[in-house]
C-alpha cells in the first residue's frame, strides 16, 4: 500500500500542472517552427524575437523558394510557382494566429494538413519530427489554445466555447 501512495502523491502533483501553460508553450514552439521555416521563403522582412532580428520591410518571395518547390519538394498537383508563395504565407499567417491564440483551433488544424503533406509527399523518413508537431498541432486542436488567448477571452466574452 505503501508504494502506491509514492506513486500518487507524485502524479497528483504532476496532474496540476495548467493546461493553459502546457498550450501556451505549445503555441508559441509550433509557431517557432513554422515561422523560422516561413522566414526562409521570404526577403525584406525578417522577426526573430528569440534572437533578436528585427528587418521590417515589405515581405517579398524569396527567389530560392520557387526553386526550392522546383528541386527539392516537388508537390504533385500543385506548380512550385503557386505552392512557394502559399507556403510562405501559410508559414506566417497560420503560426501567427495560434501565438496569439486567434482561430487557434482551425490554424493548427490548417498547420497538421501542412505537416502531412510534408510527411507524405516531401521528407517521409522524418516521421519522428512530423509526429512531434503532429501531437503538439492535435492537442491545440482537442484542447483549445488555453487561457492565455484571444480565443479564450473571444468565449467568456461572447459565451461560446474555445
Do not use: C
Amino acid at each position: 500500500m505503501k508504494a502506491a501512495a509514492l506513486i500518487k502523491r507524485p502524479i497528483a502533483l504532476l496532474d496540476r500542472i495548467p493546461h493553459g501553460f502546457i498550450a501556451l508553450l505549445g503555441r508559441f514552439s509550433i509557431a517557432a517552427v513554422f515561422w523560422k521555416s516561413g522566414q526562409t521563403k521570404v526577403e525584406g522582412l525578417a522577426i526573430d524575437i528569440v534572437n533578436g532580428e528585427f528587418s521590417l520591410g515589405p515581405p517579398r518571395l524569396a527567389g530560392s523558394a520557387v526553386e526550392l518547390f522546383r528541386d527539392e519538394f516537388r508537390l504533385p498537383l500543385i506548380p512550385p510557382e503557386l505552392a512557394a508563395p502559399l507556403a510562405a504565407f501559410a508559414e506566417h499567417l497560420f503560426p501567427l494566429l495560434i501565438l496569439v491564440g486567434l482561430a487557434t483551433r482551425f490554424s493548427a488544424l490548417a498547420l497538421l494538413a501542412m505537416t502531412l503533406t510534408i510527411q507524405v509527399f516531401v521528407y517521409p523518413d522524418a516521421y519522428p519530427t512530423h509526429g512531434v508537431w503532429a501531437a503538439v498541432l492535435l492537442y491545440l486542436i482537442a484542447k483549445g489554445p488555453g487561457a492565455l488567448s484571444i480565443d479564450h477571452w473571444l468565449a467568456r466574452r461572447f459565451g461560446t466555447g474555445q
